[in-house]
């Protein structure tokens, strides 16, 4: 009776493991979903082997004063003028430049 008593202990333990890793999975999901707002926002797209080799040269050292760079991205990039539409405060029409003046 003890390997039988042990089996099934085992087996429920292992049936609540899974039960709650599926809750866990449901939850980040749930948690997550307001960022998926934009299509194939989880979607990552990755080089060749040989690009990644090629390391930071490929793409540049980021910029080291975080601020400045962000200011720079926000306000003087290629992008900057493009419209676009907020999904998190009321679907306004709105740019780069003028979220960072906000």
């Known amino acids: 009776a003890a390997p ?26 749930a948690s997550n979903a307001k960022y998926a707002t934009i299509a194939g926002v989880y979607e990552g797209a990755y080089g060749s082997i040989d690009e990644f ?27 900057s003028q493009d419209a676009f539409t907020t999904s998190n405060y009321g679907g306004i029409e709105t740019t780069p430049r003028t979220e960072w003046e906000f």
């Open 4 to 29: 039988v008593a042990s089996a099934l202990a085992n087996h429920f333990r292992e049936v609540k493991d899974k039960r709650r890793m599926s809750e866990y999975q449901v939850d980040q999901y």
């Open 53 to 79: 080799l090629e390391g930071l040269d490929a793409i540049g050292l980021p910029q080291p004063r975080v601020f400045d760079g962000m200011q720079d991205d926000f306000m003087h990039s290629e992008d």
